[in-house]
Protein backbone atom coordinates (compact mmCIF):
# COMPACT_ATOMS: atom_id res chain seq x y z
CA UNK A 1 0.00 0.00 0.00
CA UNK A 2 0.94 3.76 -0.99
CA UNK A 3 1.90 5.37 2.08
CA UNK A 4 1.55 8.36 0.07
CA UNK A 5 -1.65 7.58 -1.18
CA UNK A 6 -3.03 6.78 2.84
CA UNK A 7 -1.84 9.50 3.80
CA UNK A 8 -3.38 12.02 1.50
CA UNK A 9 -7.06 10.23 2.29
CA UNK A 10 -6.30 11.16 5.63
CA UNK A 11 -5.95 14.31 5.23
CA UNK A 12 -8.76 14.65 2.98
CA UNK A 13 -10.90 12.81 5.36
CA UNK A 14 -10.21 16.34 7.79
CA UNK A 15 -11.26 18.72 4.89
CA UNK A 16 -14.28 17.15 4.47
CA UNK A 17 -15.21 16.90 8.38
CA UNK A 18 -14.55 20.52 8.57
CA UNK A 19 -16.40 21.24 5.25
CA UNK A 20 -18.94 18.80 5.82
CA UNK A 21 -22.03 20.44 5.34
CA UNK A 22 -20.86 22.31 1.80
CA UNK A 23 -20.44 18.73 0.28
CA UNK A 24 -23.49 16.75 2.09
CA UNK A 25 -25.23 19.57 0.20
CA UNK A 26 -23.69 18.58 -3.37
CA UNK A 27 -25.40 15.11 -2.79
CA UNK A 28 -28.63 16.86 -2.06
CA UNK A 29 -31.59 16.96 -4.67
CA UNK A 30 -30.61 19.28 -7.68
CA UNK A 31 -27.05 19.00 -6.13
CA UNK A 32 -24.61 18.35 -8.85
CA UNK A 33 -23.22 15.42 -7.28
CA UNK A 34 -27.06 14.45 -6.96
CA UNK A 35 -26.56 11.59 -8.98
CA UNK A 36 -22.65 11.00 -8.86
CA UNK A 37 -22.23 7.61 -7.60
CA UNK A 38 -18.51 6.99 -7.59
CA UNK A 39 -17.86 10.52 -5.93
CA UNK A 40 -20.83 9.55 -3.50
CA UNK A 41 -18.63 6.18 -2.81
CA UNK A 42 -15.74 7.86 -2.58
CA UNK A 43 -16.47 10.73 0.06
CA UNK A 44 -18.51 7.64 1.91
CA UNK A 45 -15.23 5.38 1.79
CA UNK A 46 -13.13 8.46 3.57
CA UNK A 47 -15.46 10.10 6.10
CA UNK A 48 -17.05 6.42 7.06
CA UNK A 49 -20.44 7.67 5.41
CA UNK A 50 -20.54 10.70 6.81
CA UNK A 51 -20.54 12.92 3.82
CA UNK A 52 -22.19 10.36 1.06
CA UNK A 53 -24.53 10.15 -2.12
CA UNK A 54 -26.75 7.33 -3.19
CA UNK A 55 -23.66 5.06 -3.34
CA UNK A 56 -21.48 3.74 -0.55
CA UNK A 57 -20.39 0.49 1.61
CA UNK A 58 -21.39 -0.40 4.85
CA UNK A 59 -18.93 0.87 7.55
CA UNK A 60 -18.04 -2.71 8.40
CA UNK A 61 -16.60 -3.21 5.12
CA UNK A 62 -14.83 0.42 4.93
CA UNK A 63 -13.54 0.07 8.31
CA UNK A 64 -11.32 -3.36 7.47
CA UNK A 65 -7.64 -2.28 6.92
CA UNK A 66 -6.60 -0.91 4.01
CA UNK A 67 -10.10 -1.13 2.04
CA UNK A 68 -10.78 2.21 2.32
CA UNK A 69 -7.83 2.86 -0.19
CA UNK A 70 -8.74 0.22 -2.52
CA UNK A 71 -12.05 1.40 -2.67
CA UNK A 72 -10.86 5.53 -3.36
CA UNK A 73 -8.31 3.99 -5.71
CA UNK A 74 -11.01 1.89 -7.51
CA UNK A 75 -13.63 4.54 -7.73
CA UNK A 76 -10.46 7.31 -9.41
CA UNK A 77 -9.93 4.41 -12.04
CA UNK A 78 -13.06 3.84 -12.88
CA UNK A 79 -13.59 7.32 -13.77
CA UNK A 80 -10.50 7.71 -15.86
CA UNK A 81 -11.93 4.23 -17.68
CA UNK A 82 -15.02 5.31 -18.31
CA UNK A 83 -14.06 8.74 -19.52
CA UNK A 84 -16.11 10.63 -17.09
CA UNK A 85 -14.34 14.05 -17.30
CA UNK A 86 -16.73 15.88 -14.90
CA UNK A 87 -16.10 13.05 -12.15
CA UNK A 88 -11.97 13.46 -12.56
CA UNK A 89 -12.00 16.93 -12.90
CA UNK A 90 -13.79 17.15 -9.17
CA UNK A 91 -11.66 14.88 -8.22
CA UNK A 92 -8.67 16.85 -9.19
CA UNK A 93 -10.08 20.06 -8.17
CA UNK A 94 -11.07 18.77 -4.91
CA UNK A 95 -8.34 16.16 -3.84
CA UNK A 96 -5.53 16.81 -5.61
CA UNK A 97 -2.85 15.10 -3.38
CA UNK A 98 -5.15 11.85 -3.77
CA UNK A 99 -5.05 12.41 -7.66
CA UNK A 100 -1.43 12.91 -7.55
CA UNK A 101 -0.56 9.89 -5.33
CA UNK A 102 -2.77 7.57 -7.44
CA UNK A 103 -1.11 9.20 -10.75
CA UNK A 104 2.04 8.74 -9.01
CA UNK A 105 0.78 4.53 -7.71
CA UNK A 106 -0.02 3.77 -11.47
CA UNK A 107 2.78 4.97 -12.97
CA UNK A 108 1.77 8.25 -14.58
Known sequence: MSTEFSNAITEV?????????????????GG????????????????????VGGAFHASQYIGVPGYTELEVFADIFSALYQGDDDTVKFIKDEFPDIHKAFLRVIGG
Request: glycine share 2%; with cysteine.
Open 13 to 29: EKYLMKNAERYRKMFEP
Open 32 to 51: ELEYNNLISDMMGCITDNSI
